[in-house]
């Protein structure tokens, strides 16, 4: 049975999530502080957590910063606010969905079972390539380590799959649209937006010049390709 943790200071809220979640076949533990939160779900062996961002203790941005320093599963953001910005904060931070409040439970329930069978679905991806070579850029396939000028990176889960799809497919425009697909889940209502917040993460982390990327090109009203000339 797949372990879902819901880090939510609102009781009612925290309860409904937790008995809809159950009826669907989860096992779910609730923790109403945030500090208390990050300590459980770095020490427990969950497949997926949901937090609020508004919490005691510590706030919900801090929570994912530091479960992405230490894990690699998925995180669901549950929050009233709506603005675009909180979105792409927290996505930002390593979220990898954002459900506004009020939500359907219906819906809540369906980017779960999404995001756990995404995430194993990836993990489980063989590439033929051991390694994947490309001027400065090495990517280890076996290990799953990223390496620029013989130094190892260091990139989250969803990151380096990323890379390693677009890498796997030099020269080919994807859109925004198709990534998402083929990383999040084609039966996934999440925010395109992530694709490009992950985009420029990884820039950021194999790139000399990320505002003149070498290896992931973006071409203006079409997509993205790994250049591997």
């Known amino acids: 049975m797949k372990k879902i943790l819901v880090i939510e200071d609102d009781l009612n809220i925290a309860e409904l999530q937790r008995d809809y979640l159950q009826m669907s076949g989860y096992k779910v533990d609730l923790v109403?502080?945030?500090?208390?939160?990050l300590q459980r779900a770095l020490a427990g062996s969950y497949d997926l957590v949901i937090v609020d961002l508004m919490l005691p203790g510590r706030d919900g941005y801090q929570i994912i910063q530091?479960?992405?320093?230490?894990r690699e599963i998925p995180l669901i953001i549950v929050s009233a606010?709506?603005?675009d910005i909180?979105?792409?904060?927290?996505?930002?931070f390593g979220a990898d969905d954002y459900l506004t409040k009020p939500f359907s439970l219906a819906e809540l329930a369906a980017r779960v079972k999404s995001h756990?069978?995404?995430?194993?679905?990836?993990?489980g991806?063989?590439?033929?390539?051991?390694?994947?070579n490309c001027g400065g850029l090495e990517i280890d396939t076996a290990s799953r380590k990223v390496y620029v000028n013989?130094?190892?990176?260091?990139l989250t889960a969803r990151e380096y799959d990323l890379l390693l799809f677009l890498a796997s497919n030099p020269n080919i425009v994807f859109s925004k649209e198709h990534l998402y697909d083929v990383l999040w889940g084609e039966d996934y209502c999440g925010e395109t937006a992530t694709v490009t917040v992950h985009i420029q993460k990884i820039r950021k982390k194999i790139e000399n010049d990320p505002g003149n990327p070498q290896y992931i090109e973006t071409l203006w009203g079409t997509g993205y390709r790994f250049n591997s000339q």
Do not use: V
Not at 150 to 154: A, D, F
């Open 125 to 132: 991806i063989k590439i033929n390539q051991e390694t994947i």
């Open 150 to 154: 013989g130094g190892e990176i260091k």
């Open 116 to 123: 756990i069978t995404r995430y194993e679905r990836l993990r």
């Open 32 to 37: 109403e502080d945030g500090e208390q939160g």
């Open 81 to 83: 606010r709506s603005e």
């Open 66 to 70: 530091g479960i992405r320093e230490k």
């Open 86 to 92: 909180d979105k792409i904060r927290g996505l930002g």
